[in-house]
Nanobody, 119 residues
Framework: QVLLVESGGGLVQAGGSLRLSCAYSGLYSMGWFRQAPGKAREFVAVISEHGSTTFYADSVKGRFTISRDNAKNTMYLQMNSLKPEDTAVYFC????????????????WGQGTQVTVSS
């Protein structure tokens, strides 16, 4: 029904940077989530439909920046000062019903892209 296609994951050294992209169909509030091996999925960041409002998890605040370009139908997550604990599969999600910080509220999900940060 709604297609989300992620890209940009890869291997980077601690302190490095990486930019994730999520191509989308339609116009929704959208978020980034991540899940590390053996751990629960956690909220990373969310952005409103037109990009005017953003929220970040405390763990990434000041290091990550969420943005979107609706003309290109693409959402981004710029990740700077990466740490080994940022290693996870990163998912983009769209159209939350309730709290934008709860993954259970999102209707649509991408396939995920692996981010690995080495020490």
């Amino acid at each position: 029904q709604v297609l989300l296609v992620e890209s940009g994951g890869g291997l980077v050294q601690a302190g490095g940077s990486l930019r994730l992209s999520c191509a989308y169909s339609g116009l929704y509030s959208m978020g980034w989530f991540r899940q590390a091996p053996g751990k629960a999925r956690e909220f990373v960041a969310v952005i409103s439909e037109h990009g005017s409002t953003t929220f970040y998890a405390d763990s990434v605040k000041g290091r990550f920046t969420i943005s979107r370009d609706n003309a290109k139908n693409t959402m981004y997550l710029q990740m700077n000062s990466l740490k080994p604990e940022d290693t996870a599969v990163y998912f983009c999600a769209a159209d939350p019903d309730g709290s934008w910080k709860n993954g259970e509220d999102y209707k649509y999900w991408g396939q995920g892209t692996q981010v690995t940060v080495s020490s």
